[in-house]
């Protein structure tokens, strides 16, 4: 399959601190790519970066053939337009309903007849399994349900990338596995190609046809699930596993913690008679 996205070289800054440093990736058309990775790697920021949001200081992203970073204000809204977004606790809109919520992308970028928007909305919330959950509020739905609305509207315009920015964030475990089950379901059936940016390594890892692992601003590891668990890299398997011990600090800045150890040591000896 052709590249949906390539990025390749990225090197992006926040100010003083440094996020990528030569980042490179691909996703492959009609995948469901993973990104992975500790807590502050820049995982947002790249989907920031492959929306146009901010741009790279050097490097490329690619994304649909075309260089974001290159692009006119009129033709990135228009790539824009092929891309669904479903945000990390969905972002729906609390003074209208459901039926509002869904509609709201089609309002904005097509003129349709009102039966047919109707029949189009309709059509994605039984895609999500809440067809009949078009006349309530966003402050009388679970978390789960929130999140399949705002995962209908994501679809509602047909778009050929899907990213997910933490999709399992604060879900209980059966809405996870029913927005798990949905990420797959609706990437073959539609034919999109999805990019699933999350830290919970047992639920995308399920789904994931491929998976990057990103530390340090740049990708340290990649490759199918079942490979990556059987990696022997250190931060790798930290990662995988889920554990607290390893090359990932539990303190931040890491390298200042660790030379006030060995200050505090230095002193405590120093002091001792």
């Known amino acids: 399959m052709p590249p949906v996205v390539e990025v390749r070289g990225v090197r992006y ?70 891309m669904g977004m479903l945000f990390q606790n ?4 609390t003074d209208i309903d459901v039926f509002e ?19 189009l909305v309709l059509m994605k919330l039984e895609a999500v399994g809440l067809r009949g959950a078009e006349k309530l509020m966003p402050q009388e739905l679970s978390g ?10 994501a679809i509602v315009m047909d778009p050929e990338v ?13 809405s996870m596995g029913i927005i798990v089950q949905l990420i797959k379901r609706l990437n073959d059936a539609l034919g999109i190609t999805s990019i699933v940016v999350s830290h919970d390594v ?10 990057y692992l990103l530390a340090g601003g740049k990708v340290i590891a990649q490759g199918t699930t079942p490979e990556l668990n059987a990696s022997t890299d250190p931060s790798v398997r930290q990662f995988m596993q889920g554990t607290s011990d ?12 660790v030379g006030a150890l060995l200050d505090a040591s230095d002193i405590g000896r120093r002091a001792r008679p």
């Open 13 to 82: 800054s926040a100010g003083s601190r440094q996020i990528f440093d030569g980042l490179d990736l691909t996703v492959r058309q009609g995948s469901i790519t993973a990104v992975m990775g500790p807590s502050g790697t820049g995982k947002t920021t790249l989907l920031r970066l492959l929306t146009g949001q901010v741009f790279a200081s050097a490097g490329s992203v690619q994304v649909l053939g075309q260089d974001v970073a290159l692009l006119p204000r009129a033709e990135l809204f228009a790539l824009r337009r092929r």
């Open 90 to 93: 969905g972002a729906l809109l």
């Open 101 to 119: 919520n869904v509609a709201f992308p089609v309002r904005e970028h097509a003129r349709l007849p009102e039966p047919v928007l109707r029949r």
């Open 144 to 153: 789960g349900m929130a999140r399949r609305v705002a995962l209908a509207r």
């Open 162 to 174: 899907l990213i997910y920015d933490e999709p399992f964030v604060g879900l209980d475990p059966v």
């Open 202 to 211: 047992p639920e995308v890892g399920s789904i994931a046809d491929y998976s």
């Open 246 to 257: 390893g090359p990932v600090s539990f303190h931040y800045p890491a390298d200042d913690y």
